[in-house]
């Protein structure tokens, strides 16, 4: 079982950054896992953010987000990070990281097998 615990979260104006932090123990060759951001707002569904395979030879993010989050890890500090800009109001939610146990990434909220615990995220207009 991996152990994920994210920082980073708080409260950012409209068009300001944030930057997450998804810190990996617990199991030996985390770096070959892919790794996904999502997030959930009050009353909605989890959803997808962004994920990146081991050693980063994938990158997919969700349409809402392209272009303003970039995605990335430093296998060698077990991390990964979310780094968010140009942030909007809609972007506030809940946000976790999780991990799977295989190198391919996945859109899917069931295709992870160990989450974090989440970091909040507040965008004010």
């Known amino acids: 079982q991996v152990q994920l615990a994210e920082s980073g979260g708080g409260l950012v104006q409209a068009g300001g950054s944030l930057r997450l932090s998804c810190v990996a123990s617990?199991?030996?060759?985390?770096?070959?896992?892919?790794m996904g951001w999502f997030r959930q707002a009050p009353g909605k569904e989890r959803e997808f953010v962004a994920a990146i395979s081991g050693r980063s030879v994938s990158i997919i993010y969700a349409d809402s987000v392209k272009g303003r989050f970039t995605i990335s890890r430093d296998n060698a500090k077990n991390t990964g990070y979310l780094q968010m800009s140009s942030l909007k109001p809609e972007d506030t939610a809940t946000y976790y990281c999780a991990v799977r146990g295989t190198f391919s990434v996945s859109r899917a909220v069931n295709g992870y097998d160990s989450w974090g615990q989440g970091t909040q995220v507040t965008v004010s207009s």
């Open positions: 617990g199991r030996t060759f985390i770096s070959s896992y892919a």
